[in-house]
């Protein structure tokens, strides 16, 4: 494996991976995150739940660099992340979903995982186009890997088929393949299962878990549909108008008479 | 310096500014409702020059499809421009519905319109250069009952403005205040700045949004047909290429001014008219370049220009 | 055969030159930048050769030696790639419209410099460019491995790394910046090697064209090399050099039929004047009705596929 130290070499003594420490967040008026504090350990899989609004996405903008937070501290592998721009987070081991499918959609299946090895890849312009020793191997180890991957999320069959055409569940397995294609400590799903029936939610349950084993990842992972949740995660964090109301373990924070105030009549 | 120098340096520049002004009103005012680059304004003014030159009844000259061509009547300069800015208008209007709106229909991304803008431009230009040829032409002087010149200054040391240069300013200012109280006092105002936020929610608020979009390039276009008349009327018409060289420092202008900002292509009209003025004299050749040069700083410093606001981006 | 050659040996040349300069508007467009500003390095390119050739190497007899217009393209090159990266680092953080923009800025501020320098002989420019070779044709020495490795180049891009980065950055800037790619980097990359190849493209030009004035590599060559690659087609390095080579033959083609007898006058004006009219009206027609141009990545699959099967 290229690319950063796994977990078994890092000496990183202290359990916790991502520390969020009183992050805010504040566009125009808005403050959509409001002083959030929570650590997630190594290993974990760790929910974020909450009413829609409630700033969940907005926390993954923050701690992938997409958004600056106006104020707090983000640290990973007890190193200041704040304010790194998107492409650095990611080279730093944090890999991520979107809510709204991001793919590159008039790129094929395989081609939109093997974009993601890049961070993990180091051939440039020349060396590329002249197609010497080093570059063509790891080409062809790129290759490799991304069809390892698809395999993994059960896309196998279909690799050169444009990302677009596919069915809107086997889109999300997609964009979890090709977050995975970065070798992340730290994988953030953003509602994964939105649009899924409930077998391929329980598909996508069981991948979450073996992925987690297998790959010793740590996970964050925001959704709405709760039984996921609770099966799933070791610890969950409920946010509400961009406050932490609730954290701890599930069989816990189901009974919180904040969270059960705030989603009053949703379901929970 | 010398204040008889510097008076005339600021008069020349706000002579110059309040052309660029004018064009800008209209070039913006596009981009303000509609989100896009027009830059077919460039080859709107141009047809509004050559349409108002035509209805003097003035004769082309000998290049071109149409050389020697002269209509058989003369109107007035101030019909004729009024004639040719409505020409001038509905040219808009006929760009808007062949290659805009097609593009909008389809959301396409506003580069995508630039270009196609580009391409109408260039085209349209092009048709006039081959049916008037590229000949510089003059309109006659309709001022001619008025002193050449007003003298701001004293007998004794002179700050001279070209009397076409004071009535272009004054066209200017009122322009400016017709168009900031049609966009804040009036309910087409209030209509076409609620199409410019969200023209799908307010066509289904009811606004007839086609009709609007229809007045906003009427408005437009009128602007770039009198300008392109009273540039003519101030230092000539040289050749349709002239339009393409305002489109081009036209977006110098409504940039700094901020895109989309009404009082900012005023704003920026003149602020590009003063910095060519203040050319020192030695590098006036780059007097050119400096409207490019100022767009450049200001694409990088500060993009939403002097009177925009920062734009926040959504992820 | 012979005969078409020399009578068309010019315009040959002019094709395959222009199919090279249509490539330096793909390359960042590749990335999903819209960048006019080749024209820009394309007229500097230019200079560099004209002001080698006449002023800094001593006229001899006979032709120009071809090994020093090589040398004219590589120090055009150098010195283009140099001027890319130093424009581009600041102006590639703006995007779309903006970017666009700064582009244009940049062509009309090297137009007025280049007119006003003594050194770049003003208004009237310079000529009297020394050839290297005895004819037009002869040209192609130059011209068809310079296209030639342009194309490999863009090609073998699109199957790296590299490559695969600037499409992911056309596709979704945002989703790519989280897959680790610096956008940035990347952008300024696809700039600076598209101001490296039209240096070069102007270097030749210049001799081939033998003068070199504030003319060449100005607005309308944007709009030329948008027509190229919007018409030709905008998501794979076959479009832009098609469009490159067939709108440059098309004004050609049309003059031919405009000598056809018992056309009317104004058509016959029309087919030999006309070209930035087609050209105008080719891009706005393309914008609505083929945006992504004529030779599309799916056009391609097809026709390899045809090829391939057997029978």
Redesign the interface.
């Known amino acids: 494996m290229s690319g950063a130290p796994g977990p078994a070499a890092d000496p990183l003594p202290a359990a916790d991976l991502l520390t969020v420490e009183r992050v805010t967040c504040q ?2 008026g808005v403050t959509a995150v409001n002083e959030v504090s929570f650590a997630v350990g190594r290993g974990e899989l760790f929910g974020l739940i909450g009413p829609n609004g409630a700033g969940k996405t907005t926390l993954f ?1 923050l701690i992938t660099g ?2 600056a937070p106006s104020g707090g501290h983000l640290r990973y592998r007890g190193e200041d992340i704040t304010g790194l721009p998107p492409h650095r987070v990611a080279k730093r081991g944090i890999a991520r979903t979107f809510q709204n499918v991001r793919l590159f959609g008039e790129l094929s299946a395989l081609d939109n995982v093997m974009i993601a090895r890049h961070v993990r890849t180091h051939s440039g312009l020349v060396s590329g186009v002249l197609g010497l020793g080093p570059a063509r191997r790891e080409e062809h180890e790129t290759r490799e890997r991304a069809t390892a991957l698809l395999a993994l999320v059960g896309l196998a069959d279909r690799p050169e088929e444009r990302a677009r055409n596919f069915a809107y569940g086997d889109q999300r397995r997609l964009e979890i393949a090709r977050a995975l294609a970065l070798e992340p400590e730290l994988l953030l799903l953003d509602e994964p299962a939105a649009g899924m029936n409930a077998g391929e939610k329980r598909a996508l349950s069981e991948l979450i878990r073996s992925v987690r084993a297998r790959l010793s990842l740590t996970i964050l992972l925001i959704e709405h549909y709760v039984p996921l949740v609770m099966n799933l995660c070791d610890r969950i964090a409920v946010l509400n108008f961009g406050q932490l109301i609730a954290l701890g373990p599930p069989a816990l924070v189901q009974k919180h008479p904040a969270v059960v105030e705030a989603y009053l009549g949703d379901g929970a | 310096m010398n204040r008889t120098f510097l008076l005339q340096q600021v008069l020349n520049g706000l002579a110059i500014g309040s052309v660029y002004a004018i064009f800008a009103l209209g070039y913006t005012l596009i981009f303000s409702v509609l989100r896009i ?1 027009n830059f077919t304004h460039g080859a709107i003014f141009t047809i509004g020059a050559y349409t108002t030159y035509a209805l003097t009844g003035s004769q082309f000259g000998i290049n071109g ?1 149409l050389a020697g061509a002269a209509l058989p009547f003369g109107l007035p300069f101030v019909l004729a421009l009024l004639g040719g800015s409505l020409v001038a208008a509905l040219s808009g209007v006929i760009v808007e519905r ?2 805009f709106r ?2 909008r229909a389809r959301g ?9 803008s ?7 230009v ?2 006039t250069q ?1 049916l008037f040829g590229a000949e510089p032409y003059s309109y006659p002087d309709p001022l001619q009952g008025l002193p050449s010149a007003i003298n701001f200054g004293t007998a004794a040391a002179p700050v001279l403005v070209r009397t076409v240069q004071v009535v272009i300013f004054a066209v200017s200012m009122v322009m400016l205040v017709l168009l900031t109280y049609l966009m804040n006092a009036t309910r087409t105002g209030k209509a076409l700045r609620a199409v410019a936020e969200d023209m799908t929610t307010s066509s289904l608020l009811g606004i007839d949004t086609d009709r609007l979009v229809l007045l906003t390039f009427v408005i437009s276009g009128f602007l770039g047909g009198v300008t392109g008349t009273l540039i003519g009327l101030s230092v000539g018409v040289a050749g349709p290429y002239f339009g ?1 060289a305002f489109g ?1 420092k036209g ?2 202008v409504i ?1 700094l001014g901020g895109l989309g900002d009404i009082p900012g292509a005023v704003v920026g009209g003149l602020v590009i008219g003063l910095a060519e003025a203040f050319v020192p004299a030695q590098y006036i ?2 007097r ?2 400096v409207p ?2 100022l ?2 700083v200001v ?2 410093v500060r ?1 939403q220009g002097l009177l925009g606001r920062a734009q ?1 981006q ?2 | 055969m012979a005969t078409f050659f020399a009578t068309y040996d010019f315009l040959l040349v002019s094709m395959v030159l222009a199919a090279v300069l249509a490539l330096t508007l793909y390359l960042p467009l590749m990335a999903g930048q ?1 960048s006019v500003a080749s024209p820009g390095f394309y007229a500097l390119g230019g200079y560099i050769a004209a002001i080698m050739s006449t002023k800094i190497f001593p006229p001899g007899p006979g032709l120009y030696p071809v090994s020093l217009v090589l040398l004219e393209m590589v120090v055009a090159a150098v010195v283009s790639g140099v001027l890319g990266l130093a424009v581009g680092l ?2 590639l ?2 995007r ?3 970017l ?3 582009t ?3 062509v ?2 090297l137009g ?2 280049a ?2 320098l003594n050194v770049t002989g003003g208004a009237i420019g310079i000529f009297g460019i020394p050839q290297p070779f005895s004819s037009a044709l002869q040209y192609m020495w130059l011209a068809v491995p310079l296209l030639v490795v342009s194309m490999l180049f863009v090609a073998r891009l699109e199957r790296t790394r590299t490559g695969r980065a600037l499409v992911a950055l056309r596709e979704d800037e ?1 989703a790519a910046a989280a897959m680790g790619i610096d956008p940035t980097y990347h952008k300024v990359l696809a700039f600076t090697t598209s101001a490296v190849l039209a240096g070069a493209v102007g270097a030749v030009s210049a001799h081939f064209i033998n003068t070199w004035n504030s003319r060449q590599g100005t ?2 060559t944007s ?1 030329n090399l ?2 190229f690659v ?1 018409v030709g087609g905008s998501r794979t390095f076959v479009g832009p050099v098609v469009g490159g080579l067939v709108l440059t033959a098309l004004p050609e083609a049309l003059r031919g039929i405009a000598g056809v007898a018992g056309l009317p ?2 058509l016959a ?2 087919l030999r ?2 070209r ?2 087609i ?6 027609i ?3 009705f083929f ?1 992504q141009g004529l030779i599309t990545p799916g056009l391609l699959r097809r026709l390899v596929r045809r090829r391939v099967r057997p029978g």
């Not at chain 2, 991304?109 to 270009?115: E, I, Q």
């Not at chain 2, 580009?118 to 349209?124: D, I, P, Q, R, S």
């Open positions: 566009f125009g903008n997409l958004t | 680059i499809l062949v290659a097609p593009l396409a991304d506003p580069l995508l319109t630039l270009v196609s580009l391409g109408v431009a260039v085209a349209l092009n048709i081959y393409i081009l977006l110098a940039v050749a780059y050119e370049a490019f040069a767009l450049f694409l990088l993009p926040v959504k992820v | 819209l600041p102006a953080r703006l779309g419209i903006f666009a923009l700064a244009i800025a940049f009309q501020i007025v410099v007119l006003n945002l607005f309308d709009v948008m027509a919007l006058e104004w004006a029309f004047d006309g930035l009219i050209f105008g009206v080719l891009i706005a393309g914008t609505v945006p």
